[in-house]
């Protein structure tokens, strides 16, 4: 997997259980801590917090309880994220992130979808489609830019 965004969840303040728990201290449970046999041992609280019901996947989304309000993150596939940038009017951001796609899945798989191999010919619809995604995209880019010229 490939680490595409990081972002920090720390300011959702998550809802967490704590359980308390009595017992002898750690030393002491083990026989460590020059405890003698005879003496009597005090007790101690433990507090351990749990997070488990905070962070929950769910499909493609993961949803974070905090304790004011619900985070949903959505995955996305690279088609979803362009899409959303063009809505958001990003164009350039939109195009840029086309670019590292092809680059990255398609441009490798040019190199090897040549040969007379019947793999090979299955490939090439593959990149063809790919390709052709990118280019429909990049024409939808020129078209706006050529409709808002001044």
């Given at each position: ?26 030393a ?19 507090g351990?917090?749990s997070y ?11 949803y974070?309880?905090?304790h ?19 809505e ?20 490798p798989?040019?190199a ?9 010919s299955?490939?090439?619809?593959f990149?063809t ?13 020129l078209?706006?830019?050529?409709e808002?010229?001044?």
């Amino acid at each position: 997997l490939e680490e595409l965004e990081l972002v920090d969840v720390s300011s959702v303040n998550p809802v967490f259980a704590t359980y308390i728990r009595a017992g002898p201290p750690p030393a002491a449970a083990s026989g460590a801590g020059g405890a003698s046999s005879g003496a009597a041992t005090p007790s101690v609280q433990q507090g351990l917090q749990s997070y488990q019901n905070s962070v929950r996947p769910l499909e493609s989304h993961i949803y974070f309880l905090g304790h004011t309000s619900l985070f949903v993150v959505s995955v996305q596939s690279w088609r979803q994220r362009v899409e959303a940038l063009i809505e958001e009017g990003e164009w350039l951001e939109a195009l840029a992130l086309a670019l590292d796609y092809y680059e990255k899945s398609i441009r490798p798989l040019e190199a090897t979808s040549v040969g007379p191999h019947e793999e090979a010919s299955q490939g090439r619809g593959f990149v063809t489609s790919k390709s052709q995604e990118i280019g429909d995209l990049l024409l939808r880019y020129l078209r706006l830019a050529v409709e808002n010229a001044p």
